[in-house]
């Protein structure tokens, strides 16, 4: 689970939000919160991508993001939910390179609900701030609205003329969101395919829409990934197992597994950031989507 204790020695206060992390720092990134169409489109004939600030209605308010994908032909749809610092440049960047790999990336605003674009330039501007900057966002993300919130992307990409509606959609989520992936498999199992969870915080609970209690309401075609820290394993050693045991009962398949990076390893602005360990799991995705996509 993500909290400040992951992210000791860095600055961080109790404050109020200061006004200079609500700027924009590259033009990608910048999203209109009331355009009622796509925008700011740019083309880079050096990778061969096509990379949109886009707007649409969802469930509770204007999903805003960033669309990347090969400048020709259909690939499958893909939705990237950053983590807790939100929409930003290391998150469009990572959108990016799988775009690369032959995707149509959606970088979705993790806080759509409750404010519009970025919030934050990077990890160590929320850090500066503290966690509680976002927790009103956060309550607002409820598992009941983060289903509703999936539905309304997946039935989007589907709109779009770079998405292969063949194929299966993939969902990657982070930190805050990696539990957000099973709940979008469980919410479209028709379309999604495959959900991809690193450094998520914790799958297991009493309530119904607990990740853990969804497993059944996946398609059984599709797979997952559960992409554990190791520092968060050592926190709490059993969850993996009784992840497993969850899959298996449901016949989900799932690959539980525990890397070498402490939680956050996979997002380069983040204080713990592996290059190594990242590498790894980004391949593990890879051949997911492979697979199932």
């Known amino acids: 689970m993500c909290t400040s204790d992951h992210f000791s020695g860095q600055n961080q206060s109790s404050g109020g939000m200061n006004r200079r992390h609500f700027t924009a ?31 649409f209605d969802a469930p509770g308010g204007t999903m805003d993001g960033v669309f990347i994908h090969p400048a020709s032909g259909t690939y499958p749809g893909v939705i990237l939910w950053p983590d807790i610092a939100g929409l930003r440049p290391s998150k469009i960047e990572m959108g ?20 519009a674009g970025q919030q934050f330039e990077n990890f160590d501007a929320l850090l500066e701030v503290g966690f509680g900057a ?38 990657q989520g982070y930190c805050m969101t990696g539990t957000w992936t099973a ?3 469980a919410s479209v199992p028709d379309r999604v395919k495959a959900a991809a969870a690193f450094h998520p915080g914790s799958f ?15 398609a ?17 050693p059993e969850e993996k197992t009784q992840i497993r045991a969850a899959a298996e009962a449901t016949g989900l398949d799932a690959t539980v597994k525990v890397y070498t990076g402490d939680h956050g390893w ?28």
């Open 25 to 55: 720092i590259s033009a990608a990134a910048m999203l209109a919160a009331c355009a009622p169409a796509t925008s700011a489109t740019n083309s880079d004939e050096a990778t061969g991508l096509i990379e949109t600030a886009v707007t």
């Open 96 to 115: 990016r390179a799988l775009a690369a790999e032959g995707y149509a990336v959606l970088v979705a605003n993790p806080y759509y609900r409750s404010v």
């Open 134 to 171: 976002v927790a009103d966002w956060r309550e607002a993300n409820t598992p009941a609205a983060i289903m509703e919130s999936a539905a309304a992307i997946v039935a989007w990409l589907d709109m779009q003329d770079a998405v292969d509606t063949s194929r299966g959609i993939g969902v």
């Open 183 to 185: 709940l979008a498999a």
């Open 204 to 218: 297991l609970g009493d309530d119904p829409l607990a990740a853990v209690n969804v497993f059944d309401r996946i």
């Open 220 to 236: 059984d075609d599709a797979g997952a990934l559960m992409a554990l820290a190791r520092n968060d394993d050592a926190d709490a």
């Open 266 to 293: 996979t997002v380069p602005d983040s204080p713990a950031y592996d290059a190594q360990a990242a590498a790894e799991a980004l391949s593990d995705l890879l051949a997911l989507y492979s697979k199932h996509l």
